[in-house]
């Protein structure tokens, strides 16, 4: 037997005990029905019609073999995995008497897809498909469990429990780095001298100095010892920004803006951790959540699980918009802001940066054009007024100073950023 | 659902229908009422296939609840539109086995199907077919009543028994 599935909010509780099953109902309601007739109408070959109905449900009765305890144990192969990854449920009954067939109704949540699902007499088995990133809901299942005979039956409600679902990070390699980075040990490169690998000029030696370091080709050419100057390398003290403010489906590729926000922010938090940066989070739309910069592997998944509530369920908070918390943005720390641009309380955020001195980049997510009919004049002005708007707030960006990029879902979000590697992205005015 | 394995549903629960409507009978019958035998044909065309399981359970509206409720519509309607008039013996007959027939096709796709042994089926039709002939033989006011009313009473006990025996055998 195969499970129903049921989509959209939970149900309302299951009557406890045992209550008739359809067939049972099916089978009195015409023994009964043909039973008053036959008396009604005085014609008692009627009668022939109830008698096989009602020899039916007397010979399906249970007796004294139907549980009295039903129990169900849930077992969930993962309570984590990333997008696209498979999540088993396996539930299984215990029952002190004898019980017939199970039914059992799904209800999913929102991120989740049945992909497969297995009914066996005391166990049944689902397997889901993690569809969207976010804190979800994986279901909740009513086991109808039949009697014996299939007469009765009474339903055993499990609630399947919470999936959190990582994002597939978006491929990225490079790493952009703005003018002035924080005193800490790092793997880039900078203009202020100190103990790197890069030169980055020849001096004159200072006596005391070890001569490790001497640059011949200047040295005979002036007759005195040259060194060789090297650049410190420090790391970048990176922040993302995400723009959580409303989620906009793409009418022609039906994809999220949400969606690729967070794979765009996890890919290129991943490039900068390989290089041993400090990334924090900032998250507008719904409850402000922030996360103080850090590094390694494990600051990956704490990044992520931080932003996962912002989908918890589909649902709806007030945006609080307030001053970014101080303790969120490093002095000094690269900002990039993942946004579709749709919202125009972004930019207040955005001149808060701005204000703050920090380096500031804009990635912009497409939300796709609306479609309108060309045959419509309105619509196609509408249109025009729409595309007007959005170029509108880039330049307002780039006129402050910010780069905008534009990241197309599906491909390296390095093409993005490929031109922010000609020059040090600088901080903006105090 | 497949139209092919509907079909012979379909096909039962409207011979259900016809046997009910008694269209022999109707033959005399003038050209409206033959004309509303139609709608009363298409409903069975339409009720008689087995509900999916779940299928609108969710909605609670009248019409909804008919379209959930349908096998069973179907098959009290026949039981009510038999009852109206006095059939043919052969027809009572052939009503009576079409009725379980119906019954046990919807049981057999429904959600929580028990295979049913032979012995509940034997029992199940024996039982119908003894109330018939008890019912259509003119016996009830004759000094042989006590032979078959006592055979009746044999073959209920041995219905019973049967039922009994197959249940301990489950067990």
Not at chain 1, 164 to 178: G, K, M, N, Q
Not at chain 1, 242 to 259: I, M, Q, V, Y
Not at chain 1, 351 to 364: C, F, M, W
Request: glycine share 10%; aromatic share 4%.
């Amino acid at each position: 037997m195969k499970a129903s599935v049921v989509l959209g909010t939970a149900p309302s509780p299951p009557p406890s005990g045992w209550r008739a099953g359809g067939r049972t109902l099916r089978l009195l309601t015409v023994a009964v029905t043909a039973g008053v007739l036959a008396l009604l109408t005085g014609h008692a070959w009627v009668l022939a019609l109830a008698a096989g109905p009602a020899v039916l449900v007397v010979l399906a009765a249970p007796g004294g073999s139907r549980p009295l305890r039903l129990e169900a144990s849930l077992t969930v192969s993962t309570r984590r995995c990333f997008e696209g990854e498979t999540v088993r449920c396996t539930v299984e009954l215990a029952a002190d008497g004898v019980t017939g067939p199970l039914d059992p109704v799904l209800t999913l949540g929102p991120g989740v897809e049945l992909v497969d699902d297995l009914v066996e007499a005391d166990r049944a088995e689902f397997e889901f498909t993690a569809v969207r990133w976010g804190r979800w809901s994986i279901g909740t299942l009513d086991l109808d469990v039949y009697d014996r005979g299939g007469l009765a039956r009474r339903t055993v409600r499990v609630e399947l429990g919470e999936l959190e679902v990582f994002p597939v990070p978006s491929a990225a390699r490079l790493t952009p780095v703005p003018v002035e980075l924080p005193a800490r040990l790092g793997e880039n490169a900078t203009r202020q001298p100190g103990e790197g690998v890069e030169v980055i000029g020849v001096r004159p030696h200072v006596w005391g100095e070890r001569q490790r370091r001497i640059h011949w080709p200047s040295t005979t050419r002036r007759g005195a010892v040259q060194l060789n100057e090297f650049g410190a390398e420090r790391a970048v003290d990176t922040v993302m920004l995400l723009d959580a403010l409303g989620d906009f489906r793409d009418p022609a590729t039906g994809t999220s803006t949400l969606d690729e926000t967070l794979r765009a922010a996890a890919g290129l938090t991943r490039a900068y951790l390989r290089r041993h940066d400090r990334i924090g989070l900032v998250s507008i739309g719904g409850t402000l959540r922030w996360l103080r910069a850090g590094s390694g592997e494990q600051h990956f998944y704490r990044i992520v699980q931080t932003v996962l509530d912002v989908r918890k369920d589909l649902g709806y908070r007030t945006p609080e918009l307030d001053r970014l918390p101080p303790g969120a943005l490093p002095a000094g720390a690269l900002v990039y802001c993942f946004t579709p641009l749709a919202d125009q309380r972004v930019l207040d955020v955005l001149a808060d940066l701005t204000d703050r001195g920090n380096p500031l980049v804009v990635v912009e997510l497409p939300t796709g054009e609306p479609s309108v009919d060309p045959q419509d004049e309105l619509a196609v002005l509408a249109l025009r007024l729409w595309r007007a708007d959005r170029e509108a707030m880039r330049f307002a960006l780039r006129n402050r100073g910010i780069p905008v990029v534009a990241h197309t879902p599906g491909e390296s979000l390095d093409l993005a950023l490929a031109p922010l590697l000609r020059r040090r992205i600088h901080g903006g005015r105090r | 659902m497949n139209p092919v394995r509907e079909l012979p549903t379909r096909l039962v629960g409207t011979a259900l229908l016809v046997a009910a409507l008694d269209p022999v009978a109707r033959s005399g019958a003038r050209p409206l009422e033959l004309v509303l035998l139609v709608p009363a044909l298409g409903f069975a065309w339409w009720a008689a296939p087995p509900v999916p399981p779940r299928r609108g359970m969710e909605a609670h509206r009248p019409h909804h609840q008919l379209a959930r409720h349908r096998n069973t519509v179907l098959a009290v309607v026949a039981v009510a539109l038999g009852a109206l008039h006095q059939p043919s013996a052969l027809l009572a007959v052939a009503l009576t086995v079409l009725l379980l027939g119906y019954l046990l096709m919807v049981d057999a796709r429904g959600a929580a199907h028990v295979p049913l042994g032979p012995l509940p089926l034997l029992a199940a039709a024996g039982a119908s077919l003894l109330v018939l002939l008890a019912a259509l033989v003119p016996w009830q006011s004759t000094s042989g009543a006590r032979l078959p009313a006592a055979l009746g009473i044999g073959l209920a006990a041995l219905a019973v028994g049967a039922g009994l025996y197959e249940r301990r055998g489950r067990e």
